[in-house]
Nanobody, 112 residues
């Protein structure tokens, strides 16, 4: 199982980023996927979850209305669209899959 994230970077407050996580080594369309984040001095936080078919999603209250999780099962990829970013969204963002699999993380920094 391998998960590879991309799309992080430095953005100003109010800006947008789209994270991608491409999976391999398992039947992607059979499993729900999640995005987590880990900010300095804080515990790891579940940001968003999407069901295997994409019809069910949930998000942390802190990102509701700003972040959207989607997936493309044909491309074995899950996305996190992040809008109206705030400095408190600064963290390393991780993709989580089945069998305890995690991506390597991608840094998101929101700063002016």
């Amino acid at each position: 199982v391998q998960l590879v994230e991309s799309g992080g970077g430095l953005v100003q407050p109010g800006g947008s980023l789209r994270l991608s996580c491409t999976a391999s080594g398992f039947t992607f369309s059979n499993y729900g996927m999640s995005w987590y984040r880990h900010a300095p001095g804080k515990g790891r936080e579940l940001v968003s979850y999407i069901s295997s078919g994409g019809g069910g999603t949930s998000s942390a209250d802190s990102v509701k209305g700003r972040f959207t999780i989607t997936r493309d099962n044909a491309k074995n990829t899950v996305y996190l669209q992040m809008n109206s970013l705030k400095p408190e969204d600064t963290a390393v963002y991780y993709c989580k899959g089945p069998f305890g699999s995690w991506g390597q993380g991608t840094q998101v920094t929101v700063s002016s």
